[in-house]
C-alpha cells in the first residue's frame, strides 16, 4: 500500500502539467515570431506583433544588457523581456533552487521526455550509471562557458561597449538569426542536435548537465537558496528510491540535507520517497520542513511577477520600430558580429 500523501504523489503530474503548459506557449510564441518574420520580409505593413517572449532565447544578449544595467542603471530597450526573463531566472534559483530548469525551461522538459524513454528501455533493464566522480567531473565544460562569458562580459568588455553591442544590427536581427538556424538547419547541426539528444538517452539530462551555460549560472544562485531537500535519517530506510528518481544522479539516500548546485528543485526525490516525512522540502534552520509545493511556486512565481512589473513599467516590449526590425530582417543572413 502506498502510504505517500497524495499532494506527494502528484507532484510529477503537476510537473508536466506546468512544463507542458509551458511548452504549448513557446511554440504559440515561435508561430507568431515565424508569422511576423514573414511579414516582414513580405513588406507587409499589416503585421501581427512581434511576441516579447521570443527574447527569452536569446541569454547572450540578456547577459549583456544586465551587465549594462548593472553599470548604468539602463535597461536594455532593443530586447527587453529577454533580460527580465533573465533576472526572473536568477531570482527563482535565489528563491527556490534551479526551478526554472526542472519546472519552466524547454529545454528541461525536452530533456525529462528523453529521460523518460531512456528510462523505460535502458535504464531499467541494467544500464549503468556513471561514477560520481565522473559525474562531478563532466560539469566542467558548462562551468568554463559560464565563465568564459561572464569574464568576457564583466570583465574584459568596456562599458562603453556594451551599448554599441545591444544597439548593434547584429543584436536587433538576433531573433531572426535564431529563426533561421532552425529554420534552415544545415546537415553538420541536425546532426549535432541528434548527437545530443542520443547522448540524453543513455546519460541522464546530458545537455542540462554538461553542457548549458544558463543551468550553470543558475546553480552559482541557487547555492544562495534558503530551500533545500531535508531527509530525515532515523525513518531513511535507504531504499535509495530518491536517488533513482534523481535526473542528475545525486545521491540523496546519502545526503543530510541535498545542497548541490546542479540540484534542480524538480521534488522528483521527496515524491519517490516511500517513507512519508522522510524526505521534505525545509529552510536550513533547525532544518524546518515547508510545504514543498513552495518551490515551484516561488520558482513560477518569480518569472510571472517579474513579468507583471516589467509590463507594468514599460520594461517588455521592444522599442525598436518594427520597419527597422523588417530591414535587419531581410539582411539577416548577412549580419555576423
Known amino acids: 500500500m502506498d502510504r505517500r500523501p497524495r ?14 503548459a509551458y511548452a ?19 513588406g507587409n505593413s499589416a503585421m501581427v506583433s512581434r511576441p516579447p517572449a521570443v ?17 548604468t542603471g539602463s535597461w536594455d530597450h532593443v530586447h527587453p523581456a529577454g533580460l527580465a526573463i533573465l533576472c526572473a531566472a536568477i531570482l527563482g534559483a535565489f528563491l527556490a533552487r534551479k526551478s526554472f530548469c526542472s519546472w ?26 556513471p561514477p560520481r566522480w565522473l559525474a562531478l567531473a563532466l560539469t566542467a565544460p558548462k562551468h568554463l562557458i559560464v565563465a568564459f562569458f561572464a569574464v568576457s562580459i564583466f570583465v574584459l568588455m568596456p562599458t562603453d561597449q556594451l551599448g554599441a553591442f545591444l544597439e548593434s544590427d547584429y543584436n536587433l536581427a538576433a531573433d531572426a538569426k535564431m529563426l533561421l538556424f532552425f529554420r534552415d538547419l544545415t546537415p553538420v547541426a541536425a546532426a549535432v542536435l541528434l548527437a545530443l539528444a542520443a547522448l540524453s538517452l543513455v546519460y541522464k539530462h546530458f545537455w542540462c548537465r554538461v553542457l548549458c551555460p544558463y543551468g550553470a549560472l543558475l546553480g552559482v544562485a541557487s547555492s544562495f537558496s534558503p530551500l533545500r531537500v531535508d531527509r530525515n535519517e532515523p525513518t531513511c530506510t535507504q531504499c535509495k528510491a530518491c536517488t533513482r528518481a534523481c535526473p542528475v544522479d545525486i545521491p540523496v539516500h546519502a545526503r543530510r540535507q541535498v545542497v548541490s548546485a ?46 507583471a512589473v516589467a509590463r507594468a513599467t514599460g520594461h517588455w516590449e521592444s522599442q525598436v520600430p518594427a520597419e527597422v526590425l523588417a530591414r535587419l530582417y531581410r539582411m539577416a543572413h548577412l549580419l555576423s558580429h
Open 55 to 71: 527574447e527569452a532565447f536569446l541569454p547572450i544578449s540578456a547577459l549583456v544588457g544586465l551587465r549594462r544595467f548593472l553599470a
Open 262 to 307: 546542479e540540484c534542480t528543485g524538480c521534488l522528483g526525490c521527496v515524491a519517490a520517497c516511500p517513507e512519508p516525512q522522510t524526505l521534505r522540502v525545509a529552510l536550513p534552520v533547525r532544518r524546518r520542513p515547508v510545504a514543498s509545493w513552495l518551490v515551484p511556486a516561488l520558482g513560477v512565481g518569480a518569472l510571472l511577477a517579474v513579468w
Open 24 to 42: 504549448l506557449f513557446l511554440v504559440l510564441v515561435g508561430v507568431q515570431f515565424a508569422v511576423f518574420y514573414g511579414q516582414a520580409m513580405a
Open 7 to 20: 499532494s506527494q504523489r502528484a507532484l510529477p503530474l503537476v510537473r508536466w502539467a506546468v512544463q507542458g
Open 104 to 129: 519552466v525551461c524547454p529545454v528541461g522538459t525536452l530533456e525529462r521526455g528523453l529521460e523518460s524513454v531512456g528510462r523505460r528501455f535502458l535504464w531499467r533493464r541494467g544500464w549503468p550509471v
